[in-house]
């Protein structure tokens, strides 16, 4: 599998590189956001290692452009920084797991080889998948698809992530159903839930994709103190 590593420190570019070319993944390495968004028009990766901090192009700029451009394999952003705002920032612009200077080699790997199986899961499931009666799901104005792996709001084509359109079909398959976020976590995941902030930000992203009005939803509504529900329509 191929992993790009985008950081501008040269001695820990090195050792990223080092670090998982020793683990059997095929890495390239730049040093910015520019470089980086030239290697993705050259050869096709697996996942991407960002940092955030990164001279003429910044790590969350890029991943506004990666996710623009309609990438979807997993991102794990880098940063010195530690505040919740920036790693809430990061997850927003689509990226799947968050680092924070200092970590260790292991913990490096941990995260690459996790999200790289959830996203192989994820590959597999969708090109095994095969035709069943109930692949196509519409609530109000949304059409979701689960064999073309397609959503449309009002006839206009949206794009999501995996996590999101996982998490939007879990929902769309259930309208009217509250699932708590540790249970959205798990069906998701395949794993007992262990930090369920990730998925606040995950459906806040997706009402800014299929609502009208985020700030008052008509279609992914939250149950305070309870979880999340599709809204019958």
């Given at each position: 599998m191929r992993i790009l590593v985008v950081e501008d420190e040269q001695d820990l570019n090195r050792i990223l590189a080092k670090t998982l070319t020793a683990e059997g993944y095929s890495v390239d390495a730049c040093f910015d956001g520019v470089e980086a968004l030239d290697y993705l028009e050259g050869a096709e990766y697996d996942a991407i290692v960002l940092d955030v901090m990164m001279p003429r192009m910044d790590g969350i700029t890029m991943m506004m452009k990666v996710r623009e451009k309609g990438y979807d394999f997993p991102v794990i952003m880098l940063s010195a920084k530690s505040e919740e705002v920036d790693k809430i920032m990061g997850l927003n612009?689509?990226?799947?797991?968050?680092?924070?200077?200092?970590?260790?080699?292991?913990?490096?790997?941990?995260?690459?080889?996790?999200?790289?199986?959830?996203?192989?899961?994820?590959?597999?499931?969708?090109?095994?998948?095969?035709?069943?009666?109930?692949?196509?799901?519409?609530?109000?104005?949304?059409?979701?698809?689960?064999?073309?792996?397609?959503?449309?709001?009002?006839?206009?084509?949206?794009?999501?992530?995996?996590?999101?359109?996982?998490?939007?079909?879990?929902?769309?398959?259930?309208?009217?159903?509250?699932?708590?976020?540790?249970?959205?976590?798990?069906?998701?995941?395949?794993?007992?839930?262990?930090?369920?902030?990730?998925?606040?930000?995950?459906?806040?992203k997706i009402r800014?994709?299929?609502?009208?009005?985020?700030?008052?939803?008509?279609?992914?509504?939250?149950?305070?103190?309870?979880?999340?529900k599709m809204e019958k329509q």
């Open positions: 612009m689509g990226a799947d797991d968050y680092i924070t200077k200092p970590f260790t080699p292991l913990e490096l790997l941990a995260r690459v080889n996790s999200q790289l199986r959830r996203y192989n899961r994820y590959r597999e499931a969708i090109a095994s998948a095969e035709p069943v009666k109930d692949t196509y799901h519409v609530l109000g104005g949304i059409e979701l698809n689960e064999e073309t792996v397609e959503v449309f709001v009002d006839g206009a084509p949206v794009r999501l992530t995996p996590i999101e359109f996982k998490i939007l079909l879990l929902l769309m398959r259930n309208p009217g159903r509250v699932f708590s976020a540790d249970e959205i976590y798990e069906r998701i995941w395949n794993e007992k839930a262990v930090n369920t902030d990730t998925i606040m930000v995950h459906v806040r800014e994709k299929i609502e009208i009005d985020p700030k008052n939803p008509k279609y992914l509504k939250v149950v305070w103190g309870v979880g999340y």
